[in-house]
Nanobody, 115 residues
Framework: QVQLVESGGGLVQPGGSLRLSCAAS????????MSWYRQAPGKERELVAR????????NYADSVKGRFTITRDNTKNTVYLQMNSLKPEDTAVYYC????????WGQGTQVTVSS
């Protein structure tokens, strides 16, 4: 059974950091590029970051470039998103998903940036 389980979210002050994790099971992670998305209240889901199968290539939305870093550990079937210098506008539910194929969305993890 395919599962994507996001964790690591929480409440953080502006300027703070969080590290999100995405545990994948039921498929071979190495076969897929992986992406992190986010959805803020009242807004459409947007792509935040993408990493290639082996991890050598990454891409970021302009809004997070220089602050977020996506990595992966294929031996642990896990993808990470390190988020630094967080801003209130980063508040959203964050999801991970393979960059291609038909996969259900996980439950996401809530990130709230507020003082």
């Amino acid at each position: 059974q395919v599962q994507l389980v996001e964790s690591g979210g929480g409440l953080v002050q502006p300027g703070g950091s969080l590290r999100l994790s995405c545990a994948a099971s039921g498929f071979t992670l190495l076969n897929y590029a992986m992406s992190w998305y986010r959805q803020a209240p009242g807004k459409e889901r947007e792509l935040v970051a993408r990493i290639s199968n082996g991890g050598s290539s990454t891409n970021y939305a302009d809004s997070v470039k220089g602050r977020f870093t996506i990595t992966r550990d294929n031996t642990k079937n896990t993808v990470y998103l390190q988020m630094n210098s967080l801003k209130p506008e980063d508040t959203a539910v964050y999801y991970c998903r393979p960059s291609s194929g038909s996969f259900r969305w996980g439950q996401g993890t809530q990130v709230t940036v507020s003082s």
